[in-house]
């Protein structure tokens, strides 16, 4: 189960959690103090959930797409502690992985590439498409300005990714306003 649920079997988890190494004990959570140094100065009460239970959760969400108030049910923790973790982590995440190299070989395409594919496009390496994100409407009148869409007619994000002919995502370009022209 544990490998439907985190994509990992447990000595695959064990080794991508040594890796993210020591830092994961001592990450800065959203919507926390950054003026907090330890765990006495939090308010409430301890915390019952490890970093490597956070981790854990974090998966759950990005490979089963778990919804947050299952994840909160499950780790025994509230709603708003789901997000804190999420948003924490996958910052976390960028931080670390934003250096590797995530295009892929073209022998690493032609291995991963569905037969019914490879029969049709021969040199297809990667497949780029341009996305629109919704998002709740700013309170800065800049950056409502800049991130409403005529054409979707709400505020929004754009993206360009770049997805493997398997259907993975192993690019997303920095996200622009909605109101960002693309020229034809």
Known sequence: MLKFYIGFSQLQFDVVYEFLGPVVNNLFYWGSSRNETNESAKRGPA????????????LCRL???????????????????????????????????????TWPTRKQGDANM?????????????????????????????????????????????????????GAIFFVFALFGGSSQTES
């Open 63 to 101: 490979c089963v797409e778990l919804l947050v108030q299952d994840l909160a049910w499950r780790f025994v923790i509230s709603l708003s502690h789901v997000l804190c973790i999420f948003t924490s982590w996958v910052n976390f995440f960028y931080q670390q992985f934003k250096e590797l190299d």
């Open 47 to 58: 915390r019952q959930v490890t970093p490597k239970d956070d981790f854990r959760l974090v």
């Open 114 to 166: 569905p037969g019914h594919v490879k029969k049709d496009y021969l040199k297809l390496r990667c497949i780029i498409d341009a996305t629109e994100i919704f998002v709740e409407q700013p309170k800065n009148p800049e950056a409502q300005q800049l991130s409403w869409s005529s054409y979707k007619n709400h505020d929004t994000l754009k993206a360009l990714v770049g997805i493997t002919p398997s």
